[in-house]
């Protein structure tokens, strides 16, 4: 790839923008969903960001391939061969579109290699974007345009903060969160904005012991790298993408300081058979 990945970033953060404003559209009318085969739901909301996207990323880099949730059939005989390639989430967190709590986004991912070396995360109900690209840092942009470097936050074991999912929690993530204390402090909120949350400092951890696909995670895990921050399996090694048929992520965790020791709590967590 001869374009540096700093450079490709005002581009992508304009589509980004030009989805949220198609997927605002329509989430300030009436929102008609229908059921995926995988049960997940489908809004035209997803499908009018994903063309934009696609649109967008084909015209900039035409050389390199696209993969959205929305065009996710593309057989692994094709992509493992891909060595760089966009991935894309039209609108993560459908769920929380269609309870119009604003706890959606857009996020478009530059996979490199197995890991995404370039994110952005834009959130349509407030403006604000995420964004990060390897060796540049991570930023928080908000709406009026204001933009500031984002760190992740060192970890002390006295107290701890953690994101959860609004629409996805489970039994394991109850009892981490139990193995990590009672003076632990919980933020719940939707989509990827857990991932925000760790990059900008804001919690200490976010561990994700539930089904999700790669599109869900790719931009905000370029933002939290940038930030400091790591996105690990649970053996503590790092989440990566496309080395595999399915597109399903293992169990991870969002950790804000690589070098705290989580593992002593990840082994109160009867972990095994579950991934």
């Known amino acids: 790839m001869n374009t540096a990945h700093d450079e490709l970033l005002p581009s992508i953060i304009d589509i980004a923008e030009q989805a949220a404003s198609k997927i605002l559209q329509i989430y300030n009318g009436e929102i008609d969903v229908q059921i995926k085969k995988d049960d997940s739901p489908l809004t035209a909301a997803d499908l009018a960001a994903h063309n934009v996207i696609i649109d967008g990323l084909s015209k900039l880099t035409p050389h390199i391939p696209i993969m959205s949730e929305e065009s996710a059939s593309i057989p692994y005989d094709t992509r493992k061969s891909w060595s760089c390639y966009w991935l894309v989430d039209p609108l993560d967190g459908t769920k929380e579109f269609i309870k119009r709590n604003g706890e959606f986004t857009v996020n478009i991912a530059l996979i490199d290699n197995h890991q995404p070396v370039l994110g952005v995360v834009q959130v349509p109900v407030t403006g604000v974007c995420y964004f990060a690209a390897s060796n540049l840092g991570a930023f928080k942009k908000e709406a009026d345009g204001s933009t ?20 996805h929690g489970s039994d394991l993530q109850q009892a981490f969160f139990t193995a990590l204390g009672d003076n632990t402090d919980i933020v719940a909120i939707g989509s990827s904005l857990k991932f ?14 539930g089904l999700t696909s790669e599109w869900d995670t790719a931009a905000a895990h370029a933002i939290v790298l940038e930030s400091g921050g790591l996105v690990s399996k649970t053996d503590l090694t790092p989440l990566e993408y496309n080395r595999k048929d399915s597109v399903l992520n293992p169990h991870f965790l969002v950790i804000a300081d690589r070098d705290f020791d989580w593992d002593r709590y990840l082994k109160m967590v009867n972990l095994e058979n579950t991934e």
């Open 148 to 167: 500031r470097k984002i760190e992740s936050k060192t970890t002390t074991a006295d107290s701890f903060s953690a994101a959860g999912s609004r629409s």
């Open 196 to 209: 925000c949350l760790v990059a900008e400092g804001k919690v200490d951890i976010y561990p994700r012991f």
